[in-house]
């Protein structure tokens, strides 16, 4: 049963997925506006297990179980793949997984292909209705990478190495679409798992499959776990906030992409807490919602508001300090609202889930 009389900015606890879970993936399901849960990890324990939440009913449907255990994937649904998420790559039991799994959310049916090198800790980006991208992350021999990797359903059933290599070799760095129909992505920051975290940004053509390196566009100190927001015209920019600068300090402060001009500038405005790690998600009044991350948060929230100058305001908290947790947009006849899960603080799992009503 819907939830019912409808509210604005607050948060509802539903019921729990079926396991705790970190570094599992989240995905909107366009058939049905269920959201897919997929694999993860609680202490040495990785899953193979998924499980769709159900808006109407705000519980978990336990579903078919991958191929194989994962956690630090990606996973996306193209549109052109009829219905299907595919998740890419991830570590399982075994190491570094090579395979890309694509798995029907309604029938549990599943597929398999492989990448052109096993990759985990990776970031993804769809381009165009076809084109799958992704960038970065650890072999199965724990160096990190600095090539990517592309699926063009339009024109191939596998992956292959797209030209070129992007500017630093690292992880947690972000990967943003310019816009729902563009083949062209922004790729920001990141770290190489030690001291160092990078500046450096590029962009990614999917037309050609090559990266471009942005030079004269460097970010306002080093940062890695920075969630990136692209801002649909007329703002037409993307959003960069917090991200950890070094492994003792963390960022506050937000950066703003100009696609127009490729240049970035640092807001007056700063965050309500530094944090890293957190989520950052889209509204459809404008407004992007961040949750959780590490830092001086951690169970506080905000509002980053463009049309008042991107000010911060902190909303009502979300159950549980987290971080690598996942939310996901989950629209409706009303303003939509997100899903949180799982996520971890320190040694501690989750497998609570809450609902912000825009």
């Given at each position: 049963?819907p939830f019912s009389p409808?509210?604005?900015?607050?948060?509802?606890?539903?019921?729990?997925?079926?396991?705790?879970?970190?570094?599992?993936?989240?995905?909107?399901?366009?058939?049905?506006?269920?959201?897919?849960?997929?694999?993860?990890?609680?202490?040495?324990?990785?899953?193979?297990?998924?499980?769709?939440?159900?808006?109407?009913?705000?519980?978990?449907?336990?579903?078919?179980?991958?191929?194989?255990?994962?956690?630090?994937?990606?996973?996306?649904?193209?549109?052109?793949?009829?219905?299907?998420?595919?998740?890419?790559?991830?570590?399982?039991?075994?190491?570094?997984?090579?395979?890309?799994?694509?798995?029907?959310?309604?029938?549990?049916?599943?597929?398999?292909?492989?990448?052109?090198?096993?990759?985990?800790?990776?970031?993804?980006?769809?381009?165009?209705?076809?084109?799958?991208?992704?960038?970065?992350?650890?072999?199965?021999?724990?160096?990190?990478?600095?090539?990517?990797?592309?699926?063009?359903?339009?024109?191939?059933s596998s992956f292959s190495?797209?030209?070129?290599?992007?500017?630093?070799?690292?992880?947690?760095?972000?990967?943003?679409?310019?816009?729902?129909?563009?083949?062209?992505?922004?790729?920001?920051?990141?770290?190489?798992?030690?001291?160092?975290?990078?500046?450096?940004?590029?962009?990614?053509?999917?037309?050609?499959?090559?990266?471009?390196?942005?030079?004269?566009?460097v970010l306002t100190g080093?940062?890695?776990?920075?969630?990136?927001?692209?801002?649909?015209?007329?703002?037409?920019?993307?959003?960069?906030?917090?991200?950890?600068?070094?492994?003792?300090?963390?960022?506050?402060?937000?950066?703003?992409?100009?696609?127009?001009?490729?240049?970035?500038?640092?807001?007056?405005?700063?965050?309500?807490?530094?944090?890293?790690?957190?989520?950052?998600?889209?509204?459809?009044?404008?407004?992007?919602?961040?949750?959780?991350?590490?830092?001086?948060?951690?169970?506080?929230?905000?509002?980053?508001?463009?049309?008042?100058?991107?000010?911060?305001?902190?909303?009502?908290?979300?159950?549980?300090?987290?971080?690598?947790?996942?939310?996901?947009?989950?629209?409706?006849?009303?303003?939509?609202?997100?899903?949180?899960?799982?996520?971890?603080?320190?040694?501690?799992?989750?497998?609570?889930?809450?609902?912000?009503?825009?």
């Amino acid at each position: 049963m819907p939830f019912s009389p409808r509210r604005s900015n607050v948060w509802v606890t539903v019921s729990p997925m079926s396991v705790a879970r970190t570094y599992h993936s989240s995905t909107l399901i366009s058939q049905d506006n269920s959201v897919l849960i997929a694999g993860g990890i609680v202490g040495s324990t990785v899953h193979m297990s998924t499980e769709k939440f159900i808006p109407s009913t705000g519980c978990f449907q336990q579903m078919g179980n991958m191929p194989r255990t994962r956690y630090l994937h990606a996973a996306d649904q193209l549109t052109a793949l009829s219905g299907y998420v595919i998740f890419t790559g991830g570590y399982g039991v075994g190491g570094t997984l090579s395979y890309a799994d694509l798995f029907h959310p309604l029938t549990s049916n599943t597929l398999t292909i492989t990448l052109s090198q096993p990759r985990y800790r990776h970031t993804s980006a769809i381009l165009g209705s076809s084109k799958l991208i992704l960038i970065g992350g650890y072999n199965q021999t724990a160096i990190v990478i600095d090539t990517g990797d592309v699926l063009d359903v339009g024109s191939s059933s596998s992956f292959s190495a797209a030209n070129g290599v992007y500017p630093t070799t690292g992880f947690g760095q972000t990967v943003t679409r310019l816009g729902n129909n563009s083949d062209v992505a922004f790729i920001a920051g990141g770290t190489n798992g030690g001291s160092s975290f990078f500046t450096s940004t590029s962009l990614f053509h999917g037309s050609t499959n090559t990266f471009i390196s942005l030079v004269s566009v460097v970010l306002t100190g080093g940062r890695a776990y920075h969630p990136a927001t692209y801002l649909p015209p007329p703002i037409h920019k993307v959003l960069i906030t917090g991200g950890q600068a070094t492994p003792w300090v963390i960022h506050s402060s937000m950066l703003l992409f100009d696609v127009a001009t490729l240049t970035v500038t640092t807001l007056t405005s700063t965050l309500s807490t530094t944090r890293y790690a957190h989520t950052a998600t889209l509204l459809p009044n404008g407004k992007v919602l961040l949750v959780g991350g590490s830092g001086n948060s951690l169970k506080s929230c905000e509002l980053i508001d463009p049309a008042n100058n991107y000010s911060s305001t902190v909303v009502n908290y979300v159950n549980g300090n987290r971080y690598f947790h996942t939310a996901t947009f989950i629209p409706d006849e009303y303003n939509g609202t997100v899903l949180v899960c799982g996520g971890h603080a320190g040694t501690a799992y989750y497998d609570t889930c809450d609902l912000y009503f825009v």
